[in-house]
Nanobody
Framework: QVQLVESGGGLVQPGGSLRLSCAAS????????MGWYRQAPGKERELVAT???????NYAGSVKGRFSISRDNAKNTVYLQMNSLKPEDTAVYYC???????????????WGQGTQVTVSS
């Protein structure tokens, strides 16, 4: 069994910062790409940022220059540093990871349960 657990969400004022964490645990042989997505009320889930096992990153245009994704492979953890937050960043943020479990030869995409980020004065 593999589990992704997010933390770090909350309420922040416009212009503020938050750091999200997502830790993968369980029967993990390897992790390929990891990423963050978000879903605002009434909207579809959208990509925020992704990072490969080698550290290559990709960002949505709306967050480029404000958000930074990173990972600690020793801890099976991915982070999202969010700066200069705007009200339109308000959403539930989800992490995902492409994980190959012990005893399997293929990877699966796992999702966390989500963490709420609210940007409001």
């Amino acid at each position: 069994q593999v589990q992704l657990v997010e933390s770090g969400g909350g309420l922040v004022q416009p212009g503020g910062s938050l750091r999200l964490s997502c830790a993968a645990s369980g029967s993990i042989r390897s992790i390929n790409a990891m990423g963050w997505y978000r879903q605002a009320p009434g909207k579809e889930r959208e990509l925020v940022a992704t990072i490969t096992s080698g550290g290559s990153t990709n960002y949505a245009g709306s967050v480029k220059g404000r958000f930074s994704i990173s990972r600690d492979n020793a801890k099976n953890t991915v982070y999202l540093q969010m700066n200069s937050l705007k009200p339109e960043d308000t959403a539930v943020y989800y992490c995902n990871a492409e994980i190959t479990s012990w005893g399997r030869s293929y990877q699966r995409l796992y999702w966390g349960q989500g963490t709420q980020v609210t940007v409001s004065s």
